[in-house]
């Protein structure tokens, strides 16, 4: 039986080709070889509608691996205590917290962006964020950039 599990690794050769050309455009974009989305989109033979799809499904494995920073934005349910156990889940993970920002709850719900520094190398990434996704109170959770 498979593990209940929203992240996989798997072999480059089983990624389907959309994926690993959203991958292209990013490289594209991050050492500023396309000038916009559209660009690197081109370039690559992608629609950017298919960029922007998956865009913030798909990583290059080297992002969960030590002195990598991510940061997170997560929505939650405005009630007391959520925050600090987001922050309890980053810290059983070894996450040093950069930032954190903290909107004003609009209608029940409240964003958090926070961004943290894997300094441990045996840091689960994955279970980091199933983890925080598990909590009570919280709506999503979604990586916006790594480095």
Do not use: C
């Not at 865009?55 to 007391?80: L, W």
């Amino acid at each position: 039986m498979l593990e209940d599990s929203k992240y996989y690794v798997i072999k480059k050769k089983a990624v389907p080709e959309v994926l690993l050309k959203v991958l292209e455009v990013q490289k594209l974009l991050d050492a500023e070889q396309a000038k916009s989305i559209q660009e690197a989109t081109e370039i690559v033979g992608i629609s950017r509608s298919s960029y922007y799809k998956y865009k913030d499904d798909i990583f290059p494995f080297h992002a969960s691996k030590k002195g990598r920073n991510i940061t997170f934005v997560i929505e939650v349910e405005d009630q007391p205590g959520v925050m600090a156990s987001v922050l309890q889940v980053f810290a059983k993970y070894k996450a040093n917290i950069l930032t954190i920002h903290q909107s004003i709850p609009i209608n029940g719900k409240g964003v958090l962006t926070v961004s943290v520094d894997i300094v441990d190398m045996e840091t689960d990434v994955s279970a980091m964020i199933e983890s925080v996704e598990k909590l009570d109170n919280i709506t999503y959770v979604k990586i916006i950039a790594k480095e």
